[in-house]
């Protein structure tokens, strides 16, 4: 079996990360890739920043700064917040000539072999100022489910919605204004070649997509499939390197793969591997498993537009595994930073433990609903299900320490096994899930809880204990490094003595942080 590339598509460089995107695709993320290679596997993590979207423009007008500012001040505090919060990958995308590099040589190619098409294409139009409206410039309501939004990725249902699609669309620069709808030639990726493939690829994945995902593929095939833009007529983005579409850019959506292929290189890089082939890892011959991690709202730029480019390119491996999320709320209500309705990463880990904060957002992740944060909830469910209960535990194995190697039963040997089982449906790429993940390691803990140790059975705990720190590991991040010698999972549950350690304690607070 090859590597396993995890990939967590890079935020919109316009912004610091707050809960929800690390109680969705990010933390996920991280706890997949350290789960996986806790059990051996070889494992490559990449992320990063999306810097080419023209929300970066929008938002820069509303903050008074430059687009080329906003983006590189938003991929530092990205960074910064990954790290605060323990989510830590191996590659990290930036903007600089290498990313420019991959983008185009990617696009030539699907240019080069025939894939692209040059279409009269329709966008609102205003004629007073001359300029094109795409995504975050137009607003208007989306043609399928009739929410109210920008063009590009519908948040409400998925849908990628075409801006000449829109309905009532109006500029949000200059709403004002009127608009028209103009055509203009740009090259596509006509979707709609690729059904045959795509249906069979999405057959075989059908058994583990998530709801909304698997509504989105069935609505999207039972219609014809849109010619998804490659280039676009604005100014802010790469420049497209085609003679036909001169002054035009690269569709900033449709840089999924490339992105893709950069992460995972850079991931490779870090570990000591040379600089080469941007899709070497991605290779059919490689034999990668892939799994990403991202919001149901980008499911169409990378599950179906992502999916056709790799299928009309050939050679490279499809990925084995969407993990998508819903929306995640704070205190009932959406995450808002131009509302001052935000929380971000960095705050909440001034305050709290990070492994409170990755327990907390992990329990109440939006695998496949949407759920909310209250800190109020989050103190009292910390409290009550990981603090008192491990600290309880860990004073009661410590009990133990002046005994030397104690014995392990035959029994424990069978619980553990069944033990690693658990975690191991909730962790797993195939079926991952990490509200599942939390449940198991609140239920495992509980149990651990309950036992009234004696001396004849002080090694089962110590076994039972030891075993289960390993696997609440990938969340419990800071605790496993302080009471674990290595973070390995055994494959198999052999051991016929342990040896009793000190074991840390958790706290509710920050050491001089928070309240």
């Given amino acids: ?169 109006r500029s949000t620069r200059h709403p004002e204004l009127a608009v028209e709808l103009r055509e203009k030639e740009v090259l596509v990726l006509p979707l709609e070649e690729h059904r045959a493939a795509l249906a069979s690829y999405f057959a075989r994945l059908a058994p583990t997509m998530r709801p909304r995902l698997a509504q989105l593929v069935e609505e999207l ?9 490659i280039t676009l007529p604005i100014d802010w983005g790469i420049p497209a390197p085609f003679a036909e579409t001169p002054g035009q850019v690269l569709y900033s959506d449709t840089e999924t793969v490339a992105w893709s292929l950069h992460t995972i290189a850079l991931a490779a890089e870090s570990r000591g591997e040379v600089p080469g082939d941007e899709e070497r890892h991605w290779a059919l011959e490689a034999g990668p498993e892939i799994a990403y991690f991202f919001g149901s709202d980008a499911s169409f730029a990378f599950a179906l537009a992502g999916t056709a480019m790799l299928l009309a390119l050939g050679g490279l491996a499809l990925p084995a595994h969407f993990v998508t999320n819903e929306f995640y709320e704070l205190d009932s209500d959406k995450f808002s930073t131009s509302r001052g309705h935000v929380v971000t990463g960095r705050q909440l880990t001034a305050e709290v433990p990070r492994d409170l904060a990755r327990y907390y957002l992990a329990a109440t992740g939006p695998d496949f609903q949407r759920t909310n944060f209250t800190r109020a909830a989050m103190d009292r469910v910390c409290g009550q299900r990981l603090v008192e209960p491990w600290n309880r535990v860990a004073a009661k194995a410590e009990a133990h320490l002046d005994r030397g190697p104690l014995p392990v039963s035959a029994r424990s040997r069978h619980a553990a096994a069944l033990l690693a089982e658990r975690f191991a449906a909730a962790l797993n790429p195939r079926r991952f899930s990490l509200s599942a993940a939390a449940f198991t390691l609140t239920e495992q803990l509980g149990r651990l809880d309950r036992w ?58 920050v050491r001089g942080g928070g309240r």
């Avoid at 494992?43 to 430059?66: C, K, M, P, S």
């Avoid at 505090?77 to 990290?92: H, N, R, S, Y």
């Avoid at 095939?221 to 833009?229: E, F, H, K, S, V």
């Avoid at 110590?462 to 605790?479: G, I, K, S, T």
Wanted: charged content about 25%.
């Fill in 221 to 229: 095939m039972a219609r014809r499939l849109p010619d998804y833009p």
């Fill in 1 to 169: 079996m090859g590597a396993l590339l995890v990939v967590a598509p890079g935020p919109t460089a316009n912004g610091d990360l707050h809960l929800g995107h690390l109680a969705g695709p990010f933390l996920s993320a991280d706890v997949c890739a350290r789960y996986a290679r806790a059990t051996g596997r070889d494992t490559l993590f990449g992320t990063g920043v999306h810097f080419t979207q023209n929300y970066i423009v929008t938002t820069a007008r509303r903050l008074g700064e430059r687009p080329e500012e906003l983006r590189l001040r938003a991929a530092e505090q990205v960074e910064a917040t990954l790290a605060a919060a323990g989510i830590v990958p191996d590659g990290f995308v930036r903007f600089d000539e290498r990313y420019l590099k991959t983008v185009r040589t990617f696009f030539e190619r699907l240019h080069g072999e025939g894939h692209l098409r040059l279409r009269e294409v329709r966008f609102p139009y205003l004629p007073d100022t001359g300029e094109y409206l795409t995504d975050a410039y137009v607003r208007g309501g989306c043609p399928v489910c009739l929410a109210e939004g920008c063009a590009g990725l519908c948040e409400n249902c998925g849908h990628w919605i075409a801006s000449g699609e829109l309905l009532d669309p």
């Fill in 452 to 509: 009234e140790v004696t001396d004849a059975d002080a090694g089962d705990f110590w076994h039972e204990l030891d075993l289960f720190l390993r696997c609440a590991a990938p969340l419990l991040v800071d605790l496993a490094a302080e009471g674990l010698p290595d973070a390995a999972i055994p494959a198999e549950h052999t051991a016929t003595t342990v040896q009793p350690r000190p074991l840390p304690r958790l706290a509710t607070r």
